[in-house]
């Protein structure tokens, strides 16, 4: 069973274009991260949000930790082809240390 | 600053071989985890550290062996490699149990079973 669902898991865009990743759950969560993975390479973190309703923005990158902390999202805007990458959430419950991972959201951002 | 170091970078071994991935920080974190990452699977998590001497299991743990003799090192061994555990392996720190702190991973391990 995954406990972090993204959604889309693959998605093909034009530069310039925006786009949205959701990352769901029936459970709720201490903290909610995103991170870009490129190939050959291992995971960048680009943001926690640890509070309900929460968003923070990245640039283009706008995050957003649902009100009852079971959801997220990632939005871009204008994306470019360096956004290409897998895109990871993962989150943290309760008092556990342990870092859980949704399968990731593969994005080719196309000139 | 080094961040987290993982070696080897490749490796193949043969079914029945036993073998260790080296995974070192210079950040003082007191928190060190291993994951393996398949397609279509995500990363899950194999075994996890939250300081020198204290290790627990993750999601996956049957088959891998690990130990925290120092802050710095959290080794990763195989016992007994099965073509089951051709993967990439990540290992990660993070500076606390401070859920908001974030991880950083090492550049991975490609390992092969045959």
């Known amino acids: 069973t995954q406990l972090l669902e993204q959604s889309p898991q693959f998605l093909s865009i034009q530069e310039g274009e925006n786009l949205t990743v959701y990352c769901n759950s029936s459970?709720?969560?201490?903290?909610l991260q995103w991170y870009r993975q490129e190939p050959g390479e291992g995971p960048v973190l680009l943001v926690t949000v640890v509070t309900g309703g929460e968003v923070k923005k990245l640039k283009r990158l706008t995050f957003q930790f649902g009100d009852a902390r079971k959801d997220s999202s990632l939005h871009i805007t204008a994306a470019q082809p360096g956004d290409t990458g897998l895109y990871l959430c993962a989150g943290t419950q309760g008092g556990s240390e342990k870092l859980v991972f949704g399968k990731g959201m593969k994005l080719t951002v196309n000139p | 600053n080094a961040g987290v170091t993982q070696t080897p970078k490749f490796q193949v071994l043969k079914t029945g071989q036993s073998m260790t991935l080296q995974c070192a920080q210079d950040m003082n974190h007191e928190y060190m985890s291993w994951y393996r990452q398949d397609p279509g699977m995500g990363l899950r998590l194999i075994h996890y550290s939250v300081g020198a001497g204290i290790t627990d299991q993750g999601e996956v743990p049957n088959g891998y062996n690990v130990s925290r003799s120092t802050t710095e090192d959290f080794p990763l061994r195989l016992l007994s490699a099965a073509p089951s555990q051709t993967s990439v392996y990540f290992c990660?720190?993070?500076?606390?149990?401070?859920?908001?702190?974030?991880?950083?991973f090492g550049s991975g391990t490609r390992l092969t079973v045959v």
């Open positions: 990660a720190s993070s500076p606390t149990r401070n859920q908001g702190s974030g991880y950083t």
């Open positions: 459970s709720v969560f201490s903290s």
